[in-house]
């Protein structure tokens, strides 16, 4: 059996202790740069022998079982070994690029907190610290799930720290009057209570961008080094009202006119007035029409009073010429009765003559005024007509 074969053979044992011997045989610095020193052939070799069983017992862990997750297949197994021990050859060369391409291939087979902490190492190396503190987060979630990996989580406390030292944050300090913010870092929208507590970003040049409504756009470029803590105050002036064309800024104010009197009410039109007179002139006839009919039929009744009152004068007394003298005392209500229908008879005729003339002049005067009265249809038309006296003739005077 060979010595590969012999490794694999042996119980699982945790990518840690892979990350933990090349930490402590490659001599990382503190940065998290690989400080390779000059040493005597047989260090050399035996630097190279704890790589290569370093490697294998990485192998070994990736092809052992795991009860959380689904046993992989041989092909896939197969390519994880490659691929992660192309990732330490790429380490090994300081191309680090290439060696998280590579770890992000084993990780897809079998995720581990040892591979998560190197794919973190790469990020770093590559100054993305931003990334490599997801990582590190990634890693230290898979351990609080119960995953084994004292070495890694020995390592992994430390390690984060010192990243998140040196990751720089950015916050802005937006006006709270502003409504409506929108705000962005290098195109990517932030919500304005995030930004105000600071958000971790990547070491380099950003482009920061803020909007509000009825606000003028805040935009800056800044360039933020390791372990920068920037507070960035955000002016958002109130946008300028649009200038009219052909004004100036520096016109003279327009004079201002004196209150000119307010123009008297307009006259009513006459076709108002003929309205109001036809009116009145209907409600005229029509009680004029009334009264006379109204007290028509009280002659009548009065009428009627007479001829039974007389009836009864003359059958109580016929022949007698003063049927009603004083000292008859039999006919003397009937006398009274006759004289009350008389006088109502007399007043209710009075009074129905007056209302039929009322009634009369009411109706002529609606007609004159119907006829004679101009309109404003018939003023644009030139139709009129004119009422006309003179010595010994009456008539209307007709323009057409």
Known sequence: MSRASGILAQPEHSLGRLLDSAKLQGGLSRSG????????????????????????????????????????????????????ESALVAEGEQRWADAGLKLREAI??????????????????????????????????LLRRGAKAPDV???????????????????????????????????????PSELALGVPLNPGPHEVRVQATGRQTFERALNLKEGQRLALPVALPLTAPAEQPGESVSAAPPPVNPPRPAPPPPAP???????????????????????????????????ERIESAQGLIDSA??????????????????????????????????????????????AAALLTTWLVFPSQRAQAAGFSIQPMAGLGRLGVFGRF
């Open 33 to 84: 740069r690989r400080s390779w020193k000059l040493a005597p052939p047989l260090g050399f070799y035996m630097t190279l022998r704890t790589r290569l069983l370093a490697s294998l017992i990485a192998c070994a862990a990736l092809v052992a079982p795991h009860s959380a997750q689904a046993e992989a297949t041989a092909a896939e197994i197969s390519a994880a070994k490659n691929a992660f």
């Open 108 to 141: 897809a087979v079998k995720d581990t907190p040892g591979l998560r902490f190197h794919l973190a190492h790469c990020e770093t190396e590559l100054g993305h610290l931003l990334e490599a503190s997801f990582e590190y987060d990634r890693a230290l979630e």
């Open 153 to 191: 989580q020995k390592l992994l406390g430390p390690a984060r720290a010192e990243l998140m030292q040196r990751l720089p944050r950015l916050g802005l300090e937006i006006p709270a009057d502003a409504p409506a913010v929108r705000a962005s870092i290098d195109g990517l929208p932030y919500p």
């Open 269 to 303: 039109s006459s076709s108002s007035s003929k309205v109001y007179l036809m009116i009145g002139e209907s409600v005229l006839t029509a009680a004029g029409l009334g009264i006379g009919i109204g007290y028509a039929v009280a002659r009548g009744a009065a009428t």
């Open 317 to 362: 007394a016929p022949g007698n010429a003063q049927p009603c003298d004083p000292s008859d005392a039999e006919l003397s209500g009937a006398c009274s009765d006759l004289d009350a229908a008389i006088q109502d008879h007399d007043r209710a005729a009075r009074i129905s003559r007056i209302g039929f003339v009322t009634a009369g002049v009411g």
